[in-house]
T-cell receptor, first 115, second 116 residues
Framework: AQSVSQHNHHVILSEAASLELGCNYSYGGTVNLFWYVQYPGQHLQLLLKYFSGDPLVKGIKGFEAEFIKSKFSFNLRKPSVQWSDTAEYFCAVNAQEDSSYKLIFGSGTRLLVRP | GAVVSQHPSRVICKSGTSVKIECRSLDFQATTMFWYRQFPKKSLMLMATSNEGSKATYEQGVEKDKFLINHASLTLSTLTVTSAHPEDSSFYIC????????????FGPGTRLTVL
């Protein structure tokens, strides 16, 4: 069975600090990987996704993530955070051979960016 | 971008009553919709996969007789919580898989259910 681990439950940063949120998954096959963001009071939005190809994926709002297959990781990064990045971030995975396309989510990381 | 709506956004009901939550894809057709439950400070837990015109597929541990799902059209799926109890209080979120957006789910804003 697939599972997703996000080790940082809460992260507090000052504006302009660099961000890296960890995501590890457990699955032996080929996966699709996603990062979603949930701003306060809003619905989940897709930040970026990886299906294949270049393991360094660039998303919206200056975010990027790197897929390291040997480490089963898909960490999210941003070189300089802004106050508006305060939100909850979820890593998610699905198996490429799973035709149901269902997602397994990590437990989420709450990011607070102080002005 | 693709928009998914949910109605109602909040509902409070008495124990023993049933509550219906609607999930609509507003500007695209969705053969598959998903229903999640989000507990406070927890992640999203997939409850079921809803396919248009067929029975929903429920995840292990989810009572299909309690959480009735109907996906009658390509733009509408409904979740009915039957005989609701306080432990059913939660945040319910739906998502829709676009026909043209391979493997990307678009999420609704969620419905906060409180059972008294």
């Amino acid at each position: 069975a697939q599972s997703v681990s996000q080790h940082n439950h809460h992260v507090i940063l000052s504006e302009a600090a660099s961000l890296e949120l960890g995501c590890n998954y457990s699955y032996g096959g080929t996966v699709n990987l996603f990062w979603y963001v949930q701003y306060p009071g809003q619905h989940l939005q897709l930040l970026l996704k990886y299906f294949s190809g270049d393991p360094l994926v660039k998303g919206i709002k200056g975010f990027e993530a790197e897929f390291i297959k040997s480490k089963f990781s898909f960490n999210l990064r941003k070189p300089s955070v802004q106050w508006s990045d305060t939100a909850e971030y979820f890593c998610a995975v699905n198996a490429q051979e799973d035709s149901s396309y269902k997602l397994i989510f990590g437990s989420g990381t709450r990011l607070l960016v102080r002005p | 971008g693709a928009v998914v709506s949910q109605h109602p956004s909040r509902v409070i009901c008495k124990s023993g009553t049933s509550v219906k939550i609607e999930c609509r894809s507003l500007d695209f057709q969705a053969t598959t919709m998903f229903w999640y439950r989000q507990f406070p400070k927890k992640s999203l837990m997939l409850m079921a996969t809803s396919n248009e015109g067929s029975k929903a597929t429920y995840e292990q541990g989810v009572e299909k007789d309690k959480f009735l799902i109907n996906h009658a059209s390509l733009t509408l799926s409904t979740l009915t919580v039957t005989s609701a109890h306080p432990e059913d209080s939660s945040f319910y979120i739906c998502s829709a898989l676009g026909l043209a957006a391979y493997n990307e789910q678009f999420f609704g804003p969620g419905t906060r259910l409180t059972v008294l």
